[in-house]
Each structure stands twice: as C-alpha cells, then as structure tokens.
C-alpha cells in the first residue's frame, strides 16, 4: 500500500511541478486575449467533437469485445468506455481507466483473461491510430517548420525506443519470467494475437481509431482557432499525433501537466504563443472531463435503473 501512495504522489509531484513550469513561461497578461473570442458555440462545437469521439470509441470497444463468446450492446459497451475515460481523467493511477475497464466487462459475464486482453488490444489501437497519423502527416511538416521536423521526428521516435526498453526490460524480471510462464497470460496474448490475423475485423477497428483520433483533433483546432491562432488542420495534423502520444504517457495525474507540456512544445513548432497553447490544452482536459460526465452518466444511470427494473420484474 506504500509504494502505491509513493506512486501516486510521485504522479502528483510531476504533474504539479509541469503545470508550474509552463505557467511561470506564460505572460498572464496575454492570456485575456487567448479566451476573448472563445464563445459558447466554441466550446459547444469542441465538446461535441469529444462527444462524438467517445461514441466512436464505444463503437470499437463493441466490435473488440465481441469478438468472443460473450456479446454485449452498444449501450452496455459505451457505459463501459464512458466510464473508463472518466477513470483516466479523474482517478490518481495511471491504470485506473484499464482497471475500470476491464472490472465493467467482467460484471456483464465476459472472462477476467478476455477483457484484460480486449482492454490491452483498445489501448494499443490507439497507439497504431496516431503512429499511423504521424507517418502520414509528418512530411507535411517540412512545409511549415523546416528543420524543426528533426526534433519532433527525434521525439516521437525516443517515445516509442522508451515504451519497447520498458517492456523488454519488464521481461527480463521475475514479474517478466512469470508472465511468460503462465498459460492464462498465455491464452490472452494468443487472444490479442487472433485480431492481427483477421483482415476485416483489424481493418474496421483501426479505422474507427483513426475517426476517434481525427475527431479529437478536431475539437483542438476549433479551440486553438477561437484563441487567434491561424492554423489550419493539416498544420495541426503534423503536430497533434506527437502531442497525443506524450500526453497519453503514464507519468503524471490525468494527463494534467504532461499534456500542457506537450502542448506548447508541439504547438509552437507551429508559431503558436506559450498563453494559446496553455489555454487550448486545459480548455480541452477540461471539456473530456465534462463531456464524460455529462454524456456517460445518464448512460450509466439508465442501465442501472434498467438492471433494478428487471429484478424487481423477477422478484
């Protein structure tokens, strides 16, 4: 239980001391003119757009997990992802969204080895989703920034060498030695493995990845427009995958911090100003947060007054 509260406020400790790096760069007195023109049909416009992206990610939770025996509705599997994505912003562990994700599963009767690996399988499509974003679209950066693709391509490329030297050093401990032993762990890489080998299925949930991922993006540039930047989306394009993939690394609370970071480093590869950058990013932690809630708790609401319905039905 100690190491677990050191985790978590070790989490804290970054998150708090990125947030204070970037504020202390910003000239406060600017940042007025980054949220003067921000109306309601801004934020409205990028909510939606983060609405629709996790109505499309409750569409690739469906067709991952019913994949196996079990099949479970769209509503049942956008309760599930609704809540995940409010576990990520809200709760203090980087796995808290996993967690939630895989203990939602397993209560509508799917096996503890099969949602592990169905939860494994949506996180790592959304990697793919914005791997392949970047190699599309990093080339049109030579257009904009010039040199500066060397840094941002340097960047991504050091992420991914990072995540592989943490996973095979991951392998060469006793916890590695066991996981590799183990025929459950086993049976649930086999499971993973199956979706690769399957054309269609590998196809339809990388391209509902690719419309989540777009969709996001979207509600950035309606905020980072609004804000007085003059950007267009395929300049952002060339910046966001990068963004996204540091803002989505396990080091901080929420992504809070690590994603503001990322922000305005990316962004003013742009020639975006540190105030707009700071402003969008929490404009857009703040609207997840918000559109979690507003849109996933009626759903969970709904379901649960279902499930009591039909008990007191049976009784």
């Known amino acids: 239980m100690s190491g677990l509260l050191n985790a978590i406020f070790f989490k804290i400790m970054i998150s708090i001391m990125l947030l204070a790096f970037v504020a202390i760069q910003i000239n406060w007195g600017d940042v007025g003119g980054s949220i003067e023109h921000i109306s309601g049909w801004v934020l409205g416009g990028s909510f939606m757009c983060l609405v629709m992206q996790t109505l499309v990610l409750g569409g690739r939770w469906h067709l991952i997990v019913n994949t196996g025996r079990v099949r479970m509705s769209y509503r049942k599997s956008l309760e599930v992802t609704f809540a995940a994505l409010i576990a990520n ?181 742009l020639g975006v100003g540190i105030e707009q950058a700071f402003i969008v990013s929490i404009q857009v932690g703040l609207l997840g947060l918000v559109s979690a809630i507003m849109v996933g708790l009626p759903t969970w609401l709904m379901q649960e007054r279902k499930q009591d319905t039909k008990q007191v039905t049976r009784k």
Do not use: C
């Not at 099969?114 to 392949?132: E, H, K, Q």
């Not at 190699?135 to 050091?158: C, D, K, N, R």
């Not at 993006?217 to 966001?240: C, D, K, M, Y």
């Open 89 to 269: 912003l809200l709760f203090l562990t980087s796995i808290s969204g996993l967690a939630v994700r895989i203990a939602l599963t397993v209560r509508h009767k799917v096996s503890l080895l099969f949602a592990l690996g169905a939860s494994l399988i949506d996180r790592l499509m959304t990697v793919l989703a914005l791997l392949i974003l970047a190699a599309i679209f990093m080339p049109f950066a030579t257009e904009f920034m010039g040199q500066e693709i060397i840094v941002m391509g340097a960047s991504l490329f050091g992420t991914i060498v990072a995540l592989l030297l943490g996973l095979f050093a991951l392998s060469k401990t006793k916890y590695g030695a066991f996981l590799q032993s183990s025929r459950k762990t086993a049976a649930t890489i086999k499971y993973m493995q199956s979706i690769f080998v399957r054309p269609v299925l590998f196809s339809s949930i990388v391209s509902v990845s690719l419309v989540a991922q777009l969709l996001y993006f979207g509600s950035v540039h309606i905020l980072l427009n609004a804000s007085g930047a003059e950007i267009s989306f395929v300049q952002l394009l060339t910046v966001l995958p990068m963004i996204a993939l540091i803002s989505s690394l396990p080091i901080g609370i929420g992504g809070w911090g690590v994603r503001e970071g990322a922000f305005v480093y990316g962004l003013g590869l």
